[in-house]
C-alpha cells in the first residue's frame, strides 16, 4: 500500500495502517536516535520519543496540502529530538551525587568531608556571639583587646606603647575581661531560660 493511503487510513483509526507506518520508519528513527545524545536518555528511551513524533504528525498532517509525507515525517521526529535537547541543555550544568563514576563507585563517595558541620556552625554562632559582645565595649577597651589578642603583642609591650605602667595596664585587661565574662555569660543563662 502507498504511504499516502496509509496516511488516511491511519487518520481514519486504522490501527494497522498506523503500525505499518511505525514499521516503515523505524530505519529512520533508529538512525536518528543513535545519532543524538541526551543526558539521561537511553537509545530505547530516544526510539520511543521517535515513535511518538510520528503518531503526533499524523493526527495532524493534512492529506489534501501536503505530497510529501517521508519530508513532513522526518522533520516531525528531527524536529522534536531538537525540542527535547534544547529543554534538557538549560540543566546540563546539573548533575547528581549518586552519578557513577567507576564500576560501583558514584561520585558522593569521592567527596570528603572537611570538618564536623555542627561544630562548624556552633563555632561561628559563638564568634558571632563575642563579636557582639566586643562591639559592646569603649574604643580604649576594644584597642587593649585588639591589641593583645588579635595582633598577640604582650601586655609589656602594650605599656610601652602607651606610657601606662604594666600594673595599670594589668588591671584594665583584667577589668575588661570580667565584663566580657559576665556579658557573654548572662546571654547564655538568658538563652536556657
Do not use: W
Not at 17 to 32: D, W
Not at 150 to 155: A, G, I, Q, S, Y
Request: glycine content about 6%.
Amino acid at each position: 500500500m502507498e504511504l499516502g493511503e496509509l496516511i488516511k487510513s491511519a487518520k481514519l483509526g486504522d490501527e494497522k495502517a498506523k503500525e505499518e507506518i511505525l514499521n516503515r520508519f523505524t530505519p529512520l528513527i533508529i538512525k536518528y536516535s543513535r545519532s543524538t545524545y541526551i543526558c539521561g536518555y537511553q537509545e530505547d528511551d530516544l526510539i520511543q520519543i521517535g515513535y511518538n513524533s510520528i503518531l503526533d504528525a499524523l493526527k495532524v498532517i493534512d492529506i489534501n496540502r501536503n505530497n510529501s509525507f517521508v519530508a513532513y515525517i522526518s522533520a516531525a521526529v528531527i524536529h522534536n529530538y531538537y525540542c527535547l535537547i534544547r529543554s534538557k541543555c538549560r540543566c546540563n550544568a546539573e548533575t547528581s551525587l549518586n552519578k557513577p563514576i567507576g564500576e560501583g563507585i558514584e561520585l558522593m563517595d569521592e567527596l570528603e568531608a572537611k570538618g564536623n558541620i555542627e561544630e562548624t556552625l556552633l563555632q561561628n554562632e559563638d564568634l558571632g556571639e563575642l563579636n557582639e559582645k566586643l562591639n559592646m565595649l569603649s574604643s580604649m577597651e576594644l584597642e587593649l583587646i585588639d591589641f593583645i589578642y588579635f595582633k598577640e603583642r604582650t601586655l609589656k609591650e602594650y605599656s610601652k606603647v602607651k606610657g601606662i605602667s604594666y600594673s595599670a595596664c594589668a588591671k584594665r585587661k583584667e577589668r575588661i575581661i570580667k565584663k566580657l565574662r559576665k556579658a557573654l555569660l548572662g546571654h547564655n543563662l538568658n538563652q536556657t531560660t
